[in-house]
């Protein structure tokens, strides 16, 4: 198993109730494959330009342990919800 971290925004308009949901939603698809060691939510930040005429986002930080084919699979996830504005997901041992 590799140490992966990923970031993703979530859009600030979500009710906190979709929020935790698409949450939630991300760290099962990443518990299914791998085990999160950490996740830290940093809550709604400026964003550094202007995404679709929106100005800040709800940031969220997941570092995780899994195998090579889950951060093409959780990508894959960030792509098609319509909730999440960027995401980057990183080998933490490629650094």
Do not use: H
Not at 23 to 28: H, L, N, P, R
Not at 40 to 60: D, T
């Amino acid at each position: 198993m590799r140490n992966y971290e990923t970031i993703f925004i979530l859009k600030p308009s979500l009710e906190e109730e979709k929020r935790i949901e698409a949450i939630e939603k991300f760290k099962a698809i990443i518990a299914a494959d791998g085990e999160i060691e950490k996740v830290e939510e940093w809550g709604n930040r400026k964003l550094a330009y202007e995404i679709e005429k929106i100005r800040e986002g709800y940031y969220v930080l997941v570092n995780f342990k899994a195998n090579s084919t889950l951060p093409k699979e959780l990508e894959r996830n960030f792509k098609i919800s319509d909730d999440v504005i960027r995401y980057i997901v990183v080998n933490l041992e490629d650094k």
